[in-house]
C-alpha cells in the first residue's frame, strides 16, 4: 500500500515536473524514481559504489556526500556562514544528511534538511539526532516560514535546479536580513545544443557564466562576500570518481542496476571531461541577505506557507512537488 502511494506521488510529480522544466525530458517518471531508488539501494555504508569514492576524495574526505565537495571544502563554507549567533541553518537539497550532520556536529548549529526525494529524508531521519532535521519538499517552494533561518546552504545542487533566479527568490525568502547564503555551482557559459545532447543518459545541468551567476544573486536581494574558485579540485575529484566506478562497475551496478549505472557512468564521464578540459568551472560563494524580507512567494505560486523550521520532521508518505531535477544520476 506505501509503496503504491508512493507512485502515484511520483506520477503525479512527474506530470508537473515535465512542465515546469526549461527543456523536454522523455520519461520523467523513471528519473523520480531512479532518484529515490539511488537513495534506497546506494547510498549505505560499505557498498562498493561508496568504497570507489572513498578512493576519489581521498583520506577522511568522503562522508556521504553527493556532488564533488570534499568534507574540508563542505566545513570551510558552512564555517564561513554559519556565524556564532546562528542557530537555524537550512540545508536545500540535502540528500541524505552527511553535510547536515557534519556541520550540526563541527559548528554546533542546528540545521533542517529539505529534499525532494522522500528516501533520502527518510535516511536523514534514521541517522539524525535532535540537531538535525528534515522534510520532504521541493526547492522553490520551501515549506518554512518567512525569515526563520540565520543561513542556508546549497552544495552541489543549483545545476540541478530549473530556475536559479527562482531558487534564490526563495532562499531570500526564508532568510532573516543578514542572514548568510553559502552554495557551490558549476560556471561557465551556457551549454549549447550540441553540448546538451552529450548528456544522452540524464537531464543537462543549469550552467551559467560567473558574472551572470552572482549578478542574479545581487538582483534577488544578496551582497556578495566571498567568492572561491573550486575548480581545479573539483576536476580533479570528477576525473577520479569516474575512473573508480568504471572500474568497479560491476559490483556497483550490482547494487544499483545495470541502466542506472549506465546512467551515473555516462553522466559522470561526460562532466568529468567539461570540468578537466576548462569548460565548466566550479565556484562556492558567501552571500549575505540584504534589505527587508520579502514576506509573499512569486506571483504565480498559491498555497500557504507551511512548517515552521522547529517542526517535526515530516514523515508523509506523499513527495512534495519538486521543481528541481532529480540529480542523483548525476553523482
Known amino acids: 500500500m506505501r509503496r503504491s502511494i508512493r507512485t502515484q506521488a511520483a506520477r503525479r510529480a512527474s506530470a508537473r515536473l515535465a512542465k515546469s522544466l526549461a527543456w523536454p525530458v522523455p520519461c520523467m517518471h523513471d528519473l523520480v524514481v531512479a532518484f529515490d531508488r539511488w537513495y534506497d539501494t546506494v547510498v549505505r555504508a560499505g557498498s562498493a559504489h561508496q568504497r570507489a569514492c572513498s578512493r576519489a576524495f581521498g583520506p577522511e574526505q568522503y562522508i556521504g556526500q553527493n556532488g564533488f565537495a570534499r568534507r574540508d571544502d563542505i566545513l570551510a563554507l558552512g564555517a564561513a556562514v554559519v556565524s556564532r549567533d546562528a542557530s537555524r541553518v537550512l540545508d536545500i537539497c540535502c540528500g541524505c544528511g552527511a553535510p547536515a550532520r557534519l556541520l550540526a556536529n563541527e559548528l554546533g548549529c542546528s540545521v533542517v534538511g529539505v529534499d525532494s526525494s522522500l528516501s533520502a529524508v527518510q535516511q536523514l531521519q534514521r541517522c539524525a ?192 512537488q519538486c521543481r528541481a531535477q532529480p540529480n542523483a544520476l548525476y553523482f
Open 129 to 320: 539526532d535532535e540537531q538535525v532535521t528534515a522534510a520532504v519538499g521541493d526547492a522553490l517552494e520551501l515549506p518554512f516560514q518567512v525569515a526563520c533561518f540565520d543561513a542556508a546552504l546549497v552544495l552541489d545542487s543549483v545545476a540541478s535546479i530549473s530556475s536559479v533566479r527562482d531558487l534564490f527568490h526563495e532562499v531570500a525568502r526564508v532568510l532573516r536580513p543578514g542572514g548568510a547564503f553559502g552554495w557551490t555551482a558549476e560556471t561557465g557559459d551556457p551549454l549549447s545544443a550540441a553540448e546538451q545532447a552529450q548528456f544522452t543518459r540524464t537531464t543537462p545541468p543549469t550552467v551559467m557564466e560567473r558574472g551572470a551567476l552572482l549578478q542574479t544573486a545581487r538582483e534577488c536581494g544578496f551582497s556578495i562576500v566571498e567568492v572561491y574558485d573550486w575548480s581545479s579540485h573539483t576536476a580533479l575529484v570528477a576525473e577520479r570518481l569516474f575512473q573508480n566506478i568504471s572500474r568497479d562497475r560491476e559490483l556497483i551496478a550490482a547494487e544499483l542496476g545495470v541502466e542506472p549505472l549506465e546512467d551515473l557512468v555516462a553522466t559522470l564521464g561526460t562532466l568529468a571531461e567539461m570540468l578537466t578540459s576548462g569548460r565548466l568551472g566550479e565556484l562556492a560563494v558567501v552571500a549575505r541577505r540584504s534589505g527587508p524580507t520579502s514576506t509573499t512567494r512569486r506571483a504565480d505560486d498559491a498555497g500557504t506557507i507551511l512548517a515552521a523550521p522547529r517542526a517535526a520532521p515530516t514523515r508523509s508518505t506523499e513527495t512534495t
